[in-house]
């Protein structure tokens, strides 16, 4: 097999959520030879319920009520299989361990398991998934991801170790694609010692990218539930419309800040490898979607508008900030510290004001906190919360001349807690109070687009 002509097919939750959704992927896959990789995410809900289990204080009836709704979405698929007793003691097997992390007593307070619990949802998917491809014909094989997919050891938000995954899916993966379609799992990896990690919530469009470029293919095509990439949420407002295509870096931007249709960072590896990457509709293929690539034949001044929800405003302030060299250095020394990323900044005299993303039940909630903590060693910290993070994403917003008094005008009558403009010209970003993000977002686009 070689690469010249290999696609790596991504498929989300609601893509794979019941054996009719199942089947029409298997059909897309049919219809392109190309395409020799699939990744496939847990089946809708599944991922929701394995998050309660891992988060939540339940008691064992509890629990196990849970776990009864995990089997029934996955015994709804299984019992429309032509051939489930090939794969039925396997699909048990992953119940029995989900059930036993779930019930473990450490839950709660360990990440490593809390990581493996939450792979069950990919490795059933993608053992049911192998089975309703067969079915069409297709030589399908279920390949474990975490045989190639190598990260460190962070659980909840593993790092992927570039190079270690090339080696491993060259050796492993590519020799089998000649005659076979490999079906695998997104959002799972494994680290160094062979312990089970995750990539983070919205993992599996990041795994489709990663395999991507290990295998050296020239696209990845995200099948999901949306006719490509929109130019806002449409269910924020009908007026919404997919985009025929996208620039790396316009996408890049949308999804870092807050476009769900794609992970913040799956246009890495295919910036890295210049792969194409396509955004469709599982349930209509036939509609087409959005074809991301290095260089669009268009670069309009506004592309999109995204919105990033739950995010937390900080200010750090000292009297002895001022005319003072290396407090900037001492603050954000300890962010980079709890590996958070920064989005808005602003500063004065005294004081430093700055973003960080908050949603709940997050690693990134815990270490908020203990960033917090650690900073209030050494200056006042205010925290301001309940603000949501809205963004134009667009071409040469720094230099064409009024694109900016178009956004302002559009958001005169609301507050803007925070702006930062200019740090590319890809993105005009400000920080909003989450009661008015909606309806911000409702005359941006407006304004913008209709």
Known sequence: MTSLNLNIAKFGGTSVAN???????????????ATKVVVVSASAG?????????????????????IDQIK?????????????????????SLLDGLTELALHEELLHRYDLKDALLSFGERMSSL?????????????????????????????EAVPQIDDIRDLSQR????????????TQGFVGADFNGNTTTLGRGGSDFTAALLAEALDATSCEIWTDVVGVYTTDPRITDRARPLPELSFEEAAEMANF??????????????????????????????????????????????AITRRKQQVMVTVKTPKMMHAPGFLQQV???????????????TSEIAVSFTLDNPANSVAEKLNRDTLDELREFCEVVVESDYDLVTVVGNNMHSAAGVSSKI??????????????????????????QDNSTNIVKELHKSLFE
């Not at 029934?72 to 048990?92: F, M, P, Q, S, V």
């Not at 491809?133 to 050891?153: I, M, P, Q």
């Not at 993105?427 to 109070?433: D, G, P, Q, Y």
């Open 408 to 433: 302002f005008s559009s958001v005169r009558d609301y507050n803007l807690r925070m702006i930062c403009y200019g740090a590319n010209p890809h993105n005009m970003s400000f920080l909003v109070h």
């Open 128 to 156: 049911l998934f192998t089975e309703v491809l067969k079915s069409t014909g297709v030589n399908a094989e279920n390949f474990d991801v975490r045989k190639v997919l190598r990260t460190d050891g962070t659980y909840t």
């Open 332 to 346: 954000f020394t300890i962010i980079a510290k709890h590996n958070l990323s920064v989005d808005l900044v602003t």
């Open 46 to 66: 599944v991922t929701n319920h394995l998050v309660t289990l891992a988060n939540t204080p339940l008691t064992q009836s509890q629990s196990l009520q849970v």
């Open 258 to 303: 807050g476009a769900k249709v794609l992970h913040p960072a799956t246009m890495e590896p295919a910036l890295r490898k210049n792969i194409k990457v396509f955004v469709g509709s599982s349930k209509e293929p036939e509609k087409g979607g959005t074809w991301i690539v290095r260089d669009c034949e268009q670069e309009p001044p506004y592309r």
């Open 172 to 183: 492993l993966m590519l020799p089998e694609l000649s005659s076979k379609v490999l079906v």
């Open 72 to 92: 029934t979405i996955e015994y709804g698929i299984l019992k429309e299989l032509e051939n489930r007793n090939a794969i039925e003691n396997k699909l048990e």
């Open 19 to 33: 054996f009719s959704a199942m089947q029409n992927c298997a059909d897309i896959i049919a219809k392109n030879t």
